[in-house]
């Protein structure tokens, strides 16, 4: 039996290293905006999408081999904010969650053979009021186009975060304890 993490995420790579370190990973070219372009919901984009990407990768490999798909996206007043393409768009996102509190939605998946199971863990997140400075300095410094919503809460956005409600590491992006469960009921026992 092998474990695959259908995922590229250096971050996704680092929290499953932490419960289960013999992992390989390979990532799920899968076209993310057609799967999901009648969807506005973002607890059913999540799990649509790590679906997706845990069935793509599990398609000719051996049925007792264990697939994690995943993805996350921030979602703030009705709205869906995925990676941010540019500066501007990364400032735009920032400053609408500047003062507020957001949700960050994590679907995981985990397809053994044809046992497919899935969940979405959902996070509250509380930004402090930013100022444009700050914003564009944390965008300078980080980088954040690879990070759904713009920020990173554990690099330098911890700075913007008040609190929150609910999974750490959903937010970072992979959920350890609802995918602990997942896990167990594929058949893997991890303590």
């Known amino acids: 039996m092998g474990l ?3 995922s590229r995420s250096p971050r996704r790579r680092e929290l499953l290293a932490k419960i289960c370190p013999d992992f390989s990973c390979s990532e799920a070219n899968i ?3 057609a799967l999901c372009q009648d969807l506005s919901d973002p607890e059913q984009v999540v799990r649509k999408l790590a679906c997706a990407k845990a069935l793509h990768i599990a398609a000719g490999r051996p049925s007792d081999d264990i697939i994690i798909g995943a993805d996350t ?3 703030s007043e009705g709205a869906i904010l995925g990676k941010p393409a540019d500066r501007d768009a990364a400032f735009s996102m920032l400053a609408s969650l500047s003062g507020k509190t957001h949700c960050v939605y994590s679907g995981i998946a985990v397809v053994r053979g044809d046992l497919i199971l899935d969940d979405c863990d959902i996070t509250q997140v509380c930004f402090r009021s930013l100022c444009p400075q700050e914003i564009y ?3 300078d410094k980080a980088r954040p186009y690879d990070k759904a919503g713009a920020y990173g ?4 956005a911890c700075l913007f975060v008040s609190g929150i409600v609910g999974d750490f590491y959903g937010v970072m992006g992979l959920p350890l304890f609802k995918l602990g469960i997942l896990l167990k009921k594929a058949g893997l026992t991890l303590l």
């Open 4 to 6: 695959i993490l259908a």
């Open 73 to 75: 996206v921030v979602a």
């Open 153 to 156: 809460i554990q690099e330098l």
């Open 31 to 33: 076209d993310e905006r």
């Open 137 to 139: 300095a944390y965008i």
